[in-house]
């Protein structure tokens, strides 16, 4: 089946310590996003590629940094997770931008210790 | 920018009820307004969308209605199960280049068995 697929499930990092994130898409879909989504709050999105013209939201720490090498895969790169940055990451895709359905991962949780 | 609040941040329904949450947005510009259902520990998953052109759509026991006047959006839930039981997120987004989805804080409904 055709899917959003985010590795891995559970990650557990010390504080300062860079850790990457990684996702991969079986849908072909030109847009991939990251969001952060902290306990009881609406996903927050930190960036996204439109193919491979990155996006960075305004308010995106510099502690956090994407990559895109091909259509099918994203990573997210945290360089000095703090202890603030804890929080399940999202990722999802969409075939355009605009007015288009956005197809999520299971997720992603940070643990920071 | 779009603004999305959504009512209420908490629902509980006997089975069997219906459930109604609502949102409002800001942005007349916007014609794209999907509804996520979060269960715990996974990513949102896309339940119904509708868009400006239409004032009402019905999937089983979901629908979904928008008053584009008003600048608002409902999501009903007719006959509610215990797997209803999730966190509901609405959105909004124009269709124009970079744009993002902007999320509501979420309902988190409660279906008593």
């Known amino acids: 089946d055709a899917m959003v697929i985010q590795n891995p499930r559970y990650q557990v990092t010390q504080f300062g310590k860079p850790v990457t994130l990684s996702c991969s898409q079986t849908?072909?879909?030109?847009?991939m996003y990251w969001y952060q989504q902290k306990s009881s709050q609406a996903p927050k999105l930190l960036f996204h590629?439109?193919?491979?013209?990155?996006?960075n939201e305004a308010d995106t720490p510099d502690n956090f940094q994407s990559r895109r090498p091909n259509t099918s895969f994203c990573f997210l790169d945290i360089r000095s997770p703090g202890l603030g940055d804890a929080a399940m990451y999202l990722c999802?895709?969409?075939?355009?931008?605009?007015?288009?359905?956005?197809?999520f991962g299971p997720g992603t949780r940070l643990l920071v210790l | 920018g779009e603004n999305v609040e959504q009512h209420p941040s908490t629902l509980s329904v006997q089975e069997g009820d219906s459930a109604v949450i609502k949102c409002t947005y800001s942005?007349?510009?916007?014609?794209?307004f999907p509804w996520y259902k979060q269960e715990l520990g996974k990513g949102p998953q896309l339940i119904i969308d509708?868009?400006?052109?239409?004032g009402e759509k019905k999937d089983q026991r979901i629908a979904v209605t928008l008053n584009k006047t008003a600048k608002h959006f409902s999501l009903h839930i007719t006959e509610t199960q215990p797997e209803d039981s999730a966190v509901y997120f609405c959105?909004?987004?124009?269709?124009?280049?970079?744009?993002?989805?902007?999320f509501g804080k979420g309902t988190r409904l409660s279906v008593i068995a």
């Open positions: 959105a909004a987004s124009r269709n124009s280049g970079n744009t993002p989805l902007v």
């Open positions: 590629y439109y193919d491979k013209d990155f996006n």
């Open positions: 509708i868009r400006s052109n239409v």
């Open positions: 942005d007349s510009a916007s014609n794209y």
């Open positions: 849908l072909n879909h030109n847009v």
């Open positions: 999802a895709t969409s075939p355009r931008q605009g007015q288009e359905t956005q197809y």
